[in-house]
């Protein structure tokens, strides 16, 4: 079944970039978590990798985004600096043609300044690793008393790496009303006993069978 992006409910500007971005249809996870992302509702999604996770994520992000107020309202946290790149590149994408939206990267294996220097310039959407954001966290340098939406990117591999504990910490630091949204290539059933504590009545979606 065809699923055509302008079928949901967005601006004529995120339509005309997604179009320009050569996205015409949407990809089966993105037609089964758009209606309910877009709506503020908490979310665990699975699909296999390549299968247009980023974009359905950062769509939600960027439509619940208000442009106008400088601080962070969105924060992806990936399980490395590879994918935390990657991540904000196709953020990047999507906000081609947005008002001015500042998106940044906040990963380890880099000096802390520069990123200090960065978040006192003001940024809407944080993607980052657990570590780093847990350092900024501690120095006061990232507030997330502003943050709208939680994104949990790869949650398999962050729970395989051992990032439990460090998700838990970033989540107590996070409004307590808030939108929270696991992605995940597998779905492995501890994930949601994990995740639990995370989530408020999440809609699942899955598109892939479980492995
Ligand atoms: P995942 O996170 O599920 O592994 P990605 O978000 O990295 O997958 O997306 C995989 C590729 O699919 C990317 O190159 C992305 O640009 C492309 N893509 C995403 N959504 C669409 C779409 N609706 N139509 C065409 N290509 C898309
Ligand atoms: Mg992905």
């Given at each position: 079944?065809?699923?055509a992006?302008?079928?949901?409910?967005?601006?004529?500007?995120?339509?005309?970039?997604?179009?320009?971005?050569?996205?015409?249809?949407?990809?089966?996870?993105?037609?089964?978590?758009?209606?309910?992302?877009?709506?503020?509702?908490?979310?665990?999604?699975?699909a296999?990798?390549?299968s247009?996770?980023t974009?359905?994520?950062?769509?939600?992000?960027?439509?619940?985004?208000?442009?106008?107020?400088?601080?962070?309202?969105?924060?992806?946290?990936?399980?490395?600096?590879?994918?935390?790149d990657?991540?904000?590149?196709?953020?990047?994408?999507?906000?081609?043609?947005?008002?001015?939206?500042?998106?940044?990267?906040?990963?380890?294996?880099?000096?802390?300044?520069?990123?200090?220097?960065?978040?006192?310039?003001?940024?809407?959407?944080?993607?980052?690793?657990?570590?780093?954001?847990?350092d900024?966290?501690?120095?006061?340098?990232?507030?997330?008393?502003r943050?709208?939406?939680?994104?949990?990117?790869?949650?398999?591999?962050?729970?395989?790496?051992?990032?439990?504990?460090?998700?838990?910490?970033?989540?107590?630091?996070?409004?307590?009303?808030?939108?929270?949204?696991?992605?995940?290539?597998?779905?492995?059933?501890?994930?949601?006993?994990?995740?639990?504590p995370?989530?408020?009545?999440?809609?699942?979606v899955?598109?892939?069978?479980?492995?």
């Open positions: 079944m065809q699923h992006f302008s079928s949901l409910a967005l601006p004529a500007p995120m339509l005309a970039n997604l179009a320009s971005l050569g996205y015409q249809q949407m990809t089966p996870i993105q037609a089964a978590s758009l209606p309910g992302l877009l709506s503020g509702r908490d979310l665990i999604a699975q296999k990798t390549g247009g996770k974009a359905a994520f950062g769509i939600g992000l960027l439509h619940r985004l208000n442009p106008s107020l400088f601080n962070v309202q969105g924060l992806v946290l990936c399980p490395t600096r590879e994918l935390a990657q991540v904000a590149g196709e953020l990047r994408r999507l906000a081609r043609h947005l008002d001015n939206i500042k998106i940044l990267t906040l990963c380890g294996g880099v000096p802390m300044g520069p990123q200090i220097g960065s978040l006192a310039h003001g940024a809407h959407l944080v993607v980052g690793t657990p570590g780093r954001i847990q900024h966290l501690y120095r006061a340098t990232l507030d997330l008393a943050l709208r939406t939680l994104v949990l990117d790869e949650a398999d591999r962050m729970v395989d790496m051992g990032f439990v504990d460090d998700l838990a910490r970033i989540v107590a630091a996070c409004p307590q009303h808030r939108q929270t949204v696991l992605f995940s290539a597998t779905y492995p059933a501890h994930i949601e006993a994990i995740a639990a995370f989530l408020r009545d999440p809609l699942r899955e598109v892939e069978s479980r492995h």
